[in-house]
């Protein structure tokens, strides 16, 4: 009996396989793909040997059905690396931000099912339809024996390489055309020296202008922006959601007197030269001779000689320290915690104030260092003249320094020497105070475009001193060391030359702040000697183009 029930029961399996045909064995591959055993409880035989054609288009005809519903996870199950597979289509709605995707079998060629791909990606404000195609190839899973996609990145889209993944993200900044006051655009080919400075505006200031950037699905290496950047490649653009659009920036300068000061600088190895409105602050022109990526006029950080005796005369004035008709002897040399000499040693035994200032007379200017406090020059550079305060011009800046000082830092400090360090941006600045009577920070773009707040002094350069500083810079400008720089300059103009001495340097930087009407200028030429002779005929050049 019980050989005749085993008879029975083969019978009865071989009759089943015969009527049920492929379907008994698909279920039968299923099962024992899950791990189960077969009929007498034996885990069932794997598959082996390359997909069928039945297989390959069932499997790639799930796959995409689960991507396309947006069941990643299922998705992920039916490819032979399911984590690999589970981030990347993640990625692709969330990283992506493809908000919906239909997604279309071809006709297989072997184990290789080409499909097509209609994105839709959703973005902020932005909207675009992606389409292109793919492929995926189905193999055989060597631990479940079932047929699997293989998992590769160019399975997502066909240009994505091994350790790249995929991003919707901004592209290049917006177009923004930067043009200056009157609306002439300006160019780095034109106005060299704005190289540096016209990418800064337009990154800064490109989309409070109007502008918008392009949104592009690009294609990165795993670990996003830092990681293309540490390994210094660029993302690659597979899809432009949004070409952006360009805007026009308006700034402060002036074509006119951009295209004088560049060919100014250009006579020198190492000049830099920066024009402001006075009244405003507007910076009309910035301009090096050296053109690299660090902005000397604006950046630079070196003692300017004894244009800083604009503002130790301004303290010296306030104080009743000092009156341009009061006499104020030049002597040789003086001391004050060290010798101090004149260039050349020169001597004015009868001199004022007034004449002190308009020869550069050192000596004169030392000879008031005890009666005066070791911050006055500290405050009256700040309070008055906004040096060391937070310049939001537009543009990185160096804002001035100087610091309170006793013995004979605070003596070499009234002269523009020790510690004391300017850009020409600041030293044109200086001008800019004196001839306004009171500070305006220098700026390049208007701060109603992105609401900065401008540095404010404490106060204004008191009237009657104002006066008075007009009126010795106007006599150094048409009788003392200003003159023939500033010769042929009618109007309203006031000068005040520098010459800076540098450890190490075989001639001292040359120094010049001028002035004609509403438009102030300074320039620094580095070992230049004589700052009338150097710097002052750049200076006078801007100004005789502003």
């Given at each position: ?24 064995y698909n279920l039968v591959d299923a099962v024992a793909g899950d791990g189960s055993t077969g009929a007498h ?56 931000h493809v908000e919906k995707v239909a997604l279309k079998p071809g006709t297989p060629q072997g184990a290789k ?295 004979a830092g605070k003596a070499a400090a009234m002269i523009g020497q020790g510690k004391v360090q300017m850009s ?123």
């Amino acid at each position: 009996m019980h050989k005749g029930a085993k008879i029975a029961i083969g019978v009865v399996t071989a009759a089943m396989v015969g009527a049920a045909g492929m379907g008994a064995y698909n279920l039968v591959d299923a099962v024992a793909g899950d791990g189960s055993t077969g009929a007498h409880g034996e885990p069932a035989p794997l598959r082996t040997g390359p997909p069928t054609a039945d297989e390959v288009e069932r499997t790639a005809r799930d796959f995409l059905a689960a991507w396309e519903s947006g069941d990643t996870a299922k998705a992920a199950r039916l490819t032979d690396n399911t984590a690999a597979a589970t981030t990347a289509l993640t990625g692709y709605r969330e990283t992506v931000h493809v908000e919906k995707v239909a997604l279309k079998p071809g006709t297989p060629q072997g184990a290789k099912v080409p499909f097509s791909v209609s994105a839709e990606i959703s973005h902020g404000k932005q909207r675009s339809t992606w389409t292109y195609d793919s492929a995926l190839e189905v193999v055989r899973g060597r631990s479940t024996g079932q047929a699997l996609v293989d998992w590769q990145p160019s399975v997502v889209h066909p240009k994505l390489a091994r350790n790249e993944t995929l991003r919707t993200d901004a592209g290049a900044a917006p177009q923004v055309d930067a043009v200056d006051r009157n609306g002439t655009k300006l160019e780095a080919k034109d106005y060299p020296s704005l190289a540096s400075v016209l990418p800064q505006l337009r990154k800064r200031f490109g989309e409070a202008a109007g502008g918008e950037p392009g949104l592009e699905v690009q294609a990165v290496p795993e670990g996003g922006a830092e990681a293309a950047a540490a390994a210094g490649i660029a993302p690659r653009t597979l899809h432009v959601v949004s070409r952006g659009k360009p805007a026009t920036l308006k700034t402060t300068l002036d074509a006119g007197a951009q295209r004088a000061a560049e060919s100014a600088v250009g006579r020198h190895a190492d000049a830099s030269v920066v024009a402001v409105k006075a009244s405003t602050g507007e910076i009309l022109a910035v301009a090096n001779s050296k053109k690299t990526e660090f902005n000397t006029a604006l950046m630079g950080q070196t003692a300017p000689g004894s244009t800083m005796k604009i503002i130790t005369s301004a303290m010296l004035l306030e104080q009743g320290k000092a009156a341009p008709g009061k006499p104020l002897p030049c002597p040789k040399y003086a001391t004050y915690g060290m010798r101090f000499h004149n260039v050349e040693e020169s001597e004015n035994p009868g001199a004022t104030f007034a004449q002190d200032f308009a020869a550069s007379c050192n000596t004169a200017f030392i000879s008031l260092a005890g009666q005066v406090g070791d911050g006055a020059l500290a405050a009256e550079a700040r309070d008055v003249f906004g040096l060391g305060l937070e310049w939001k011009t537009g543009l990185a800046t160096f804002d001035g320094s100087v610091p309170a000082e006793s013995g004979a830092g605070k003596a070499a400090a009234m002269i523009g020497q020790g510690k004391v360090q300017m850009s020409a941006l600041n030293v044109a600045s200086m001008a800019a105070t004196v001839r306004a009577g009171s500070f305006h920070q220098p700026y390049i773009v208007d701060p109603s475009l992105d609401d900065r707040q401008l540095a404010r002094a404490a106060r204004d350069l008191p009237g009657p001193v104002a006066e008075q500083l007009r009126s010795m810079m106007r006599l150094t400008a048409t009788s003392g060391t200003g003159a023939r720089a500033m010769s042929g300059l009618g109007g309203d103009i006031g000068a005040k030359t520098g010459s800076a001495e540098v450890d190490g340097q075989a001639k001292p930087n040359g120094w010049f702040s001028a002035y004609r009407g509403d438009v102030a200028a300074a320039a620094y030429v580095q070992q230049g000697g004589h700052g009338g002779d150097s710097a002052g005929p750049v200076v006078a050049a801007v100004l005789r183009a502003s």
